[in-house]
């Protein structure tokens, strides 16, 4: 088994998230390597688990802190850590030990690059990114926004805990149209909501105010207090849910418009 950096030659496969059965989305390929590019020369690690069939079978991407949508200093940030679990392809490879290998390798990776920790972000839930997993592995919770829950391990007796970004800042319902933000960060393919964004808007201008901000920078990521996010009317949309079509955002959107013109 080997945890190996991305290239040109596999790339592919870590934009899409071990969905290689998929046609790559153009638009969110775009996004995806925008945020690669901009961050693979400030400490970012994005990796590939190769199995000894020599089968990709998982990855993980981590980043020092500062660059991440964790709030800590002098600790390495898990974006995420994924073991393929799909009954096509290579088949479900979870619970084989593949995610602690890799857990393992990042905690290696940030003794030697001089980190004081690693912090990591889970859900309360057992469906995706469990928190469980990195509590079994020994890390303690740090801070929590139900149902997303911080985690870390201290290398260090002086390291300081990590905490979650909050949201600061409330964003309007419409007035006359219903407003429509998408906050988006490249880091995850739940940047792909943005996609189905644009799709349910499609023939509905007169209806919404749609706008996007782009919290791959740092100022504003922390002015909002809020990462990736959909937001209709000031309220988010659907969080913590699996992808959603673009079809069921255009009804809400359609039924938030008849609201306002009934008064």
């Known amino acids: 088994m080997e945890l190996i ?10 934009f899409r998230c071990l969905h290689d059965e998929k046609p790559a989305d153009p638009d969110l390929i775009s996004m995806r390597r925008k945020w690669y590019e901009r961050f693979k020369d400030k400490g970012l690690r994005a990796k590939l688990l190769i199995d000894d069939a020599n089968r990709t079978v998982g990855l993980c991407q981590y980043i020092p802190i500062e660059y991440s949508h964790i709030l800590g200093e002098k600790l390495m940030a898990i974006l995420c850590i994924w073991v393929h679990g799909y009954e096509h392809l290579v088949g479900n490879q979870q619970k084989k030990g593949h995610g602690r290998y890799m857990l393992q390798k990042i905690e290696e990776d940030s003794r030697s690059a001089g980190m004081s920790g690693v912090a990591a972000w889970g859900m309360d839930f057992p469906y995706w990114n469990p928190v469980s997993f990195y ?38 319902a419409g007035i006359h149209k219903v407003n429509l933000v ?12 943005v996609l189905a964004c644009r799709e349910a808007i499609k023939g509905l ?27 209709l009317d000031g309220k988010p949309f659907r969080p913590y849910e699996p992808p959603w079509p673009a079809s069921e955002l255009r009804d809400s959107i359609l039924e938030a418009y008849r609201k306002k013109e009934n008064g």
Request: aromatic share 12%; glycine share 6%; proline share 5%.
């Open 5 to 14: 950096d991305i290239d040109k030659s596999n790339e592919g496969t870590f």
């Open 135 to 172: 509590e079994h592995m020994g890390y303690v919770r740090a801070d929590e926004n139900q149902p997303v829950v911080l985690v870390w391990k201290a290398f260090d007796s002086d390291a300081k805990p990590p905490r979650l970004l909050k949201q600061n800042r409330e964003l309007p």
């Open 182 to 193: 998408a906050f988006r960060n490249g880091w995850c393919s739940g940047c792909g909501y």
């Open 205 to 231: 201008e007169d209806m919404v105010h749609y706008s996007e901000i782009d919290t791959s920078e740092k100022k504003v990521r922390n002015d909002y207090g809020i990462d990736n996010e959909i937001f």
